[in-house]
């Protein structure tokens, strides 16, 4: 089993930002993705952003310009650090990690709030 534990969410002005994190913890071997997704209500849970375990990214066309992910593998904690934040990136942010072939895994975190003020 593997646990994730999300931290940074809260309430910030429109043009503010904030830094997400999201620890790893448990029967970890390796972490081959870490993610970000958000969901608002009565609508799918969408990407956000995405890493590899070797660095690549992929960001949603929304985001990119002011987020930016990044990962400490040696910490198996991803981060999302958000500037220019909008009112329409609010949402309930999970955090997700998963690993192919032996010992693979999916995991998601509980969801952080992100509210962004006009």
Known sequence: QVQ??????GLV??????????AASGSIFRIDGMGWYRQTPGRQREL??????????????????????SRDNAKNTVYLQMN???PEDTAVYYCNAYRLGLRAFDSWGQ???VTVSS
């Open 4 to 9: 994730l534990v999300e931290s940074g969410g």
């Open 84 to 86: 220019s934040l909008k």
């Open 48 to 69: 956000v952003a995405a890493i590899s375990s070797g660095g690549s990214t992929n960001y949603a066309d929304s985001v990119k310009g002011r987020f930016t992910i």
């Open 13 to 22: 002005q429109a043009g503010g930002s904030l830094r997400l994190s999201c």
């Open 111 to 113: 969801g952080t709030q």
